[in-house]
């Protein structure tokens, strides 16, 4: 009976010179290569003069909707177009990867690598006693040796599957996390310009100091919750499935990947209109921000 293979990091499949690639990475790839070919063929297909095709009118319903949504919360204008290729690159590229691990043949296709385990084995040889037989010198003696150690190899065979989602590897979900706290504060100057960094680092007063860096360590702590919420809840997914589908592989588990179609969904919008808040509230002014917030609060 095969035994259950579940890692909580992403395996090394194979090196480009110095470059490991897991198994992760290489799921990102493709699913970044989709994305770049659904998004040419989009283009190709706009036919503004003529009636749409079933492909145009859905590429259209899609950015439509996500355009509606950032609108709901930063307005048209400036701010749709700043924001709007970084949500719907967000939206769509955490549902593909958070959908990949539901496709039949994702983490259960992939090589099996060989461990090598060194045991020693120490053999010693019984001593050797050695007789003469003249009088004037002793006539025993006793020797002791041993032989050298033995290296005996017990070759293991380590599953490693090719494909894994690669937001359920916690160095995607960091990366992305980066990068969206890294356009917030992007987003902060280019509208505020310095005056932003008043945010942080305030001399006010005492008061407005320590707001200042409990805003700074708000700032990383979003960090953590991003990457971790994401990954802890995809990881979460893909653990339950292979238990349920290594237990019971037929008709009890399609209940768990309905839980996981919607799971991967919701995780996905989740972490878009958060970056999405964020992004706006960077642009506001700290009395501004709070208007905001409050407005949301009251609606």
């Known amino acids: 009976m095969s035994s259950l293979h579940i890692s909580i990091s992403a395996e090394t499949i194979f090196h480009i010179g ?15 290569m989709l994305i770049i070919l659904f998004a040419v063929s989009a283009k190709s297909s706009l036919k503004p003069l003529s009636k749409p095709s079933k492909f145009q009118s859905l590429v259209e319903l899609i950015v439509e909707s996500l355009n509606s949504l950032i609108e709901g919360i930063a307005g048209k204008g400036k701010k749709l177009k700043l924001f709007g290729p970084f949500i719907i690159s967000f939206f769509i590229f955490i549902l593909l990867n ?25 053999v010693a040889t019984t001593p050797a006693n050695q007789e003469t037989e003249d009088a004037d010198i002793e006539t025993s003696k006793e020797q002791e040796a041993t032989e050298e150690n033995a290296h005996v190899e017990e070759s293991k065979g380590t599953f490693v599957p090719i494909f894994r989602p690669a937001t359920a590897d916690l160095n995607t979900t960091l990366a992305l996390a980066l990068i969206s706290i890294a356009m917030v504060q992007i987003f902060g100057v280019k509208f505020q310009k310095l005056s932003y960094f008043k945010k942080y680092f305030n001399l006010s007063s005492p008061i407005n100091f320590v707001v200042g860096i409990l805003e700074l360590v708000s700032e990383i702590a979003k960090i953590i919750s991003f990457s971790f919420r994401l990954f802890g809840n995809i990881f979460a997914g893909e653990v339950l499935l292979t238990v349920i589908l290594f237990l019971v592989p037929v008709i009890i588990p399609m209940p768990f990947y309905g839980l996981e179609i919607f799971v991967g969904f919701i995780q996905s919008i989740v972490f878009s209109i958060l970056s999405l808040v964020f992004f706006n509230m960077a642009t506001l002014g700290h009395n501004e921000e709070h208007a905001y917030t409050g407005n949301k609060e009251v609606t």
């Open 18 to 32: 110095p470059l490991a690639v897991t198994n992760s990475m290489l799921t990102g790839i493709i699913v970044t």
């Open 98 to 122: 958070n959908w990949i691990g539901l496709l039949p043949g994702v983490g259960t296709i992939g090589i099996l690598e060989k461990e090598t385990e060194t045991t020693i084995e120490e």
